[in-house]
T-cell receptor, first 113, second 113 residues
């Protein structure tokens, strides 16, 4: 069956450090992969999308890599701030053309001052 | 603010009852998606509508149904409610059928007692 795995344990880091979150998937050949941020009790917010033919994508302090051979995406936040504390979800398209996303359960990031 | 609105914000009801959740997509968006998020299951795709027609189905129970109206707002109907239906229900929208990024509403928190 199709599966998306994100580290269920919270990631605790100090302000200013780089946070790295992992998303692994099996039995998929997604055309793209997305990362969303979710704060407690609120809806997910889109952050970045990376396509299967792209190795890396950046947006301000965010960087995403996508290795289709390893079936893995890494999500980096550089110079992390307490305001970056949230749960980060990765999502893959289930049916290309219909945008039916399958989400991982997310990894909680806690950035301490 | 994503531009997607959901009502009500909170809903408390009893087992066996029926409720209706409402979603208004962003202006101009034709696709609407419904998701259920519980603590143990994560964000689960339920169903997608595009311009009034059902496009894709996910893990939606037979007790649940949805529709999208000509003005593009959508309703999710949950009937014969069980304790396990307690969750956050999110609506998301996107501009086109195959659009990649989804914009999530603030969610409706349903508590079944």
């Amino acid at each position: 069956s199709q599966k998306i795995e994100q580290n269920s344990e919270a990631l605790n880091i100090q302000e200013g450090k780089t946070a790295t979150l992992t998303c692994n998937y099996t039995n998929y050949s997604p055309a793209y992969l997305q990362w969303y941020r979710q704060d407690p009790g609120r809806g997910p917010v889109f952050l970045l999308l990376i396509r299967e033919n792209e190795k890396e994508k950046r947006k301000e302090r965010l960087k995403v890599t996508f290795d289709t051979t390893l079936k893995q995406s890494l999500f980096h936040i550089t110079a992390s701030q307490p305001a970056d504390s949230a749960t980060y979800l990765c999502a893959l398209d289930l049916n290309s053309g219909y945008s039916t996303l399958t989400f991982g359960k997310g990894t909680m990031l806690l950035v301490s001052p | 603010d994503s531009g997607v609105t959901q009502t009500p914000k909170h809903l408390i009801t009893a087992t066996g009852q029926r409720v209706t959740l409402r979603c208004s997509p962003r202006s101009g968006d034709l696709s609407v998606y419904w998701y259920q998020q519980s603590l143990d299951q994560g964000l689960q795709f339920l169903i997608q509508y595009y311009n009034g027609e059902e496009r894709a189905k996910g893990n939606i129970l037979e007790r649940f149904s949805a529709q999208q109206f000509p003005d593009l707002h959508s309703e999710l109907n949950l009937s014969s409610l069980e304790l396990g239906d307690s969750a956050l229900y999110f609506c998301a929208s996107s501009p086109r059928r195959g659009a990649e990024t989804q914009y999530f509403g603030p969610g409706t928190r349903l508590l079944v007692l």
